[in-house]
């Protein structure tokens, strides 16, 4: 989010040099700064035994291509709770070891994402409401269904990073 008002006091706010930081919105009724602020979620990858990544299928974000278990990070709560939480919440399993892959800034939608990658062992999945479908896919098909690898999408990063730790276990 972007200031252009005050949000204690309601007048527009000017911009002022904040040090290294450069010029910010300044409320000069307040005395304050207002730094940019954005929304942050967790976005995993889901791999089992097998060699195998958890595609799920949200017809609110599309009917052509798979994604990620991915939601946001709530108050008090931090990147990898999010994670472990909403995998349970989407696809009803549990996560056994987490391991992190990096943050990704998603512009479209002013969003810092934290990448995990999450290892299981293989269940069937209890879907939550918000999930329409998911499926097990061995990890070298999975590009196949995923949204296409451009940036912004953190699936394709994460995938190859994936590609990287299974290579070592073989």
């Known amino acids: 989010m972007r200031y252009i008002y005050c949000p ?3 007048i527009k706010l000017t911009d002022k040099l904040a040090g290294d930081d450069g010029y910010v919105p ?4 307040c005395n304050k ?3 940019d602020t954005f929304s942050s979620c967790s976005i995993v ?6 060699n195998e990544i958890a595609l799920l299928r949200q ?8 994604s990620f278990v991915s939601g946001y990070i709530t108050p008090g709560e931090n990147a990898e709770e999010t ?3 909403e995998v349970k919440e989407e696809l009803g399993i549990d996560i056994e070891k987490l391991e992190y892959a990096g943050t990704y800034w998603f512009d479209s939608k002013e969003l810092l994402m934290h990448g995990f990658i999450g290892f299981t062992s293989k269940s069937d999945f209890r879907l939550s409401g918000e999930v329409d ?5 061995p990890a070298l098909k999975a590009p196949e269904k995923m949204f ?9 990063p994460i995938y190859r990073r994936y590609m990287k730790i299974s290579d070592l276990f073989k």
């Open 33 to 35: 700064y207002w730094f």
């Open 26 to 29: 300044f409320c000069e009724r």
């Open 133 to 137: 479908s998911a499926e097990w896919v």
């Open 148 to 156: 296409p690898d451009r940036p912004g999408n953190a699936m394709h």
């Open 83 to 85: 994670a472990v939480r």
């Open 8 to 10: 204690q006091c309601g």
């Open 45 to 50: 990858l889901v791999a089992n035994q097998y």
């Open 59 to 66: 017809q609110y974000i599309s009917d052509k291509f798979s």
